[in-house]
């Protein structure tokens, strides 16, 4: 192809990179070195007062929940995926059918399957009331608006990300490898721990970077199931954007957040033979 | 052992999809409370009578609409051009807007939209909003036709032109047509981020444009009301249906 | 003492279909055995159920009198070189071959050295699968399984993923390296002249039952049944018996006593370098290739001549 018609083909999309990725990274580094301004917006002097913010410990305390909150979440994401990963490489014909019905949420909005949880887990939600009709509880269970109720909704949100690189390592396994190991003497389970667990290990950490990931910068799922009380780095960054008023502090946040990921994803690609994504 | 196996693969399904098997049960429910009185409709004639629920469907549709064509446009095009020849800034840009969380990306943008506003006099409103959904859709629309144009034939289209078509004649006559399944699985997949996205659209929305997952949101933070599965049950039913309208076609093609 | 290893009225069926229909065979010990046949016969189902990936519908298997079948592939002394090799690829040659030491004992560090020296593997031990040749990884594969010095090696079609040009060569270590460790080998091939170069016996397959059981000689000269004869060899089908084409001789004149023969004209003449094609029509019309050296001179075509041959090298086969 031509040089002049290849660049016409990527001119609208680099365009568009450029005005809504670069320039506002731009921008919004230069908000992360400047002072507040009254009603919102930025205004000089050039300042670091908002990188050193970060290391208060209340600021520093919602960074560290955070990254708990996004490791746990993948590490039971990890636990869940696994066995449903290595049921549907067993499952034959169904195979394609039992990886449509993990795909299936993934098509379906994200506020829609928070909701769902909010509409099982609230006062007056499915489960306590059946709880409380079976006579097994007198009050309601506060089962909403706390940290076991967030870290639920990430795991539920983000468990098709861990099943689909993890069935993907799985299923390039040659079906031998396993028989050659129970020939060489090995049980199940060791043949499992031997040769299963170490050749996923590529579709592991690409599951765990794509579970980690979303989780670590999630603000919606947060928000409605932590009902403001568990703040974790998203929610921090909005209210720097509207209540707080505070855009050069929420741009600082939103750049050591930027960084994570970046951080985490340069390190994953780096010793990769084949694209992530 | 792989008793156990099914077992727990048992469960999992459960947890995947029980949530919203009953959020649409609930949504046919004759009363308002988490106790099963009877089958009704009346929720979502209640949906439908809410003037500004319907406003807000509207607006969504519209948005996604524009949002759709223009990224699948742009990035069909795109991955055309990444094809031909890699080009790592793109890419990097294009991988860098695939993982910034929601929030980051929607305050980089209204960052942006204030900043070029205080210079050019523009507001927030549904142009922002296109704007916004046109730039995240672009990486999805990107990655899922990068992927099929990479299973093709490079030699497809040397023939083409060995036949005597011009360059572009044979990205329109040959790379185009059995293109076409994954432009559309593209833009379905852009279809859906966009009529989903809460985040983003509440950032850069301004004050006068409301979308539906805006007044979700709003009612759900109220607590939610039977309304609420009413149109979450509509919305899921009418995206699986475009799901597997578009699978069925891919698979006829 | 019975057999090293015997099979008893050995059944596989999957429903709608019998892999292998009640096989019976006693293996010697330090035998070279083959399992011959076309595919769908029946002979890596065989493997199978001895390695104990299956289980067998009906029958039994005993490894020096004990009974193998029930027992899971881990608890069996006996080990698999699989068609693919199966290598580790996350292991290295090093940490393929001492994969199984941990969990069968009795073979140590000596083994492991013996074994590695035994197939040449000194100079490779720290590579990965994927950084090997195609007959290192057979190697590889073998070094594996002979560590662990098993009663019996089960190896199913090892050469069939190498090269023309390796395999004769692998073939000839194959058989050296059996006489060397004598271990009991059952050998899975469809390639019949793998099997009759390398086997002690041959255990010629057909529809999951045994067709005929006996040495590569005998298989190959005293057939039992056509699909015998022309299994393990081209075979000219004249009036009632069966003639290999090397068996025949094209004379000009009648032959000498001793032999039997039959007037027929030249069709084709096919220069192989080691040998002749001769193709010719007998009298009676049936149409005869044989094997002549190039020595014994040229013959065009519709040139008359006699097809003889000695009558103890008549196949007298059964039909079909």
């Not at chain 1, 990963?85 to 928070?114: D, E």
């Not at chain 3, 075509?301 to 006699?306: G, H, K, S």
């Not at chain 3, 041959?309 to 059964?318: C, G, L, Q, S, T």
Request: hydrophobic share 50%; glycine share 8%; net charge positive.
């Amino acid at each position: 192809m031509t040089t002049r018609l290849r660049l016409a083909a990527l001119m609208p999309a680099a365009a568009l990179m450029i005005a809504t990725v670069g320039v506002p990274f731009v921008v919004l580094a230069a908000y992360a070195f400047q002072s507040r301004g009254a009603y919102g917006g930025v205004m000089p002097p050039w300042t670091l007062e908002n990188w050193q913010r970060l290391a208060d410990p209340l600021y520093l305390g919602i960074l560290l929940r955070s990254l708990l909150a996004a490791a746990l979440s993948t590490a039971l994401c990890l636990v869940m995926a696994f066995p449903l990963a290595l049921a549907i490489t067993r499952a034959g014909r169904w195979k394609n059918l039992l990886l449509a019905l993990v795909m299936l949420p993934f098509w379906t909005s994200l506020l829609i399957r928070t909701y769902a949880w909010m509409f099982l887990l609230r006062d007056t939600g499915l489960i306590n009331a059946l709880l409380l009709r079976a006579g097994l509880i007198r009050e309601p269970l506060p089962l909403l608006y706390n940290w076991g109720a967030v870290v639920l909704g990430l795991v539920y949100a983000h468990l098709p990300f861990m099943v689909l690189p993890l069935y993907a390592a799985l299923e390039r396994q040659e079906p031998h490898l396993l028989e050659a190991a129970a020939d060489l003497g090995a049980r199940h389970w060791q043949a499992f721990w031997r040769i299963t667990l170490p050749l996923a290990a590529p579709g592991i950490r690409a599951g765990i970077l794509l579970v980690f990931i979303p989780c670590l910068g999630a603000y919606l799922i947060p928000d409605l199931l932590g009902g403001g009380k568990t703040i974790l780095a998203g929610t921090l960054i909005q209210n720097q954007f509207t209540a707080s008023r505070d855009w050069p502090f929420g741009a600082a946040v939103s750049l050591a957040l930027m960084a994570a990921v970046l951080a985490l994803l340069w390190l994953e690609t780096r010793r990769r033979e084949e694209p992530l994504l | 052992m792989s008793r156990a196996l099914s077992l727990s693969a048992v469960a999992l399904y459960a947890f995947l999809h029980a949530p919203l098997l009953v959020l649409a049960l609930f949504s046919f429910n004759e009363g308002r409370l988490t106790v099963w009185e009877g089958f009704s409709l009346h929720w979502y004639a209640e949906a439908w009578r809410d003037a500004r629920l319907v406003e807000a469907a509207a607006n969504s549709l519209w948005i996604a609409a524009a949002a759709t064509l223009l990224a699948t446009a742009a990035g069909t095009l795109c991955a055309y051009g990444l094809w031909k020849r890699e080009s790592r800034l793109l890419m990097a840009a294009l991988t860098a807007s695939l993982v910034t969380p929601e929030i980051v990306t929607g305050i980089s943008l209204l960052a942006l939209f204030q900043w070029l506003f205080r210079y050019a006099g523009l507001q927030l409103g549904l142009h922002t909003v296109i704007l916004a959904h046109v730039s995240f859709c672009l990486a999805f629309v990107v990655l899922v036709v990068l992927a099929r144009l990479r299973t093709m034939d490079a030699a497809l289209e040397e023939a083409a032109m060995d036949l005597g078509a011009r360059e572009w004649e044979a990205f329109v006559r040959v790379t185009l047509p059995n293109l076409l399944p994954a432009v559309l699985s593209a833009a379905l997949l852009a279809f859906t981020i966009s009529f989903d996205d809460y985040v983003i659209t509440s950032l850069v929305a301004g004050v006068d444009t409301e979308t539906l997952p805006m007044v979700l949101y709003a009612m759900a933070r109220r607590g939610g009301s039977p309304v609420v599965n009413a149109i979450s049950t509509v919305i899921v039913v009418l995206l699986g249906a475009g799901i597997l309208l578009a699978e069925g076609l891919r698979k006829k093609s | 003492m019975g057999a090293h290893l015997e099979l008893q009225n050995l059944a596989k069926e999957y429903p709608g279909h019998t892999a292998l229909a009640g096989l019976s065979v006693e293996i010697e010990q330090g035998e070279f055995f083959s399992l011959l046949g076309p595919s769908g016969c029946g002979k890596t189902t065989t493997l199978r159920l001895i390695a104990g990936f299956e289980q067998p519908t009906r029958g039994h298997i005993l490894l020096d009198g004990q009974r193998l079948d029930g027992l899971p592939p881990y608890a069996r002394n006996v080990s698999t070189v699989f068609q693919s090799y199966a290598l580790f690829p996350h292991l290295t040659v090093r940490g393929n071959i001492e994969f199984g030491l941990r969990y069968r004992n009795g073979a140590g560090r000596q083994a492991m050295t013996d074994c590695v020296e035994m197939l040449g593997l000194g100079g490779k031990l720290d590579r990965y699968p994927r950084e090997l040749s195609g007959g290192e990884k057979q190697r590889v594969a073998l070094a594996r399984s002979l560590v662990l010095r098993p009663a019996v090696l089960l190896l199913d079609e090892p050469l069939s993923a190498l090269d023309p040009n390796l395999r004769k060569q692998v073939r000839a270590e194959l058989r050296a390296l059996q006489r060397r460790v004598g271990i009991t080998f059952v050998f899975v091939t469809h390639d019949r002249e793998e099997a009759l170069s390398l086997s002690d016996r041959i255990l010629l397959l057909k529809d999951g039952r045994c067709e005929q059981l006996g040495a590569p000689q005998e298989l190959y000269q005293r057939p039992r049944t056509r699909f015998a004869a022309s299994f393990l060899g081209p075979v000219n089908w004249i009036s009632g018996f069966g003639l290999r084409p090397e068996a025949a001789r094209i004379t000009r004149t009648p032959p000498a006593s001793g032999y039997r023969s039959a007037p027929a004209a030249v069709r084709a003449s096919l220069f192989l370098g080691n040998c002749v094609h001769v193709e010719a029509e007998l009298d009676g019309g049936a149409r005869i290739v044989a094997e002549i050296s190039p020595s014994e001179g040229a013959f065009r075509p519709d040139e008359r001549v006699f097809v003889c041959w000695r009558p103890e090298d008549e196949i007298r086969a059964a039909e079909p």
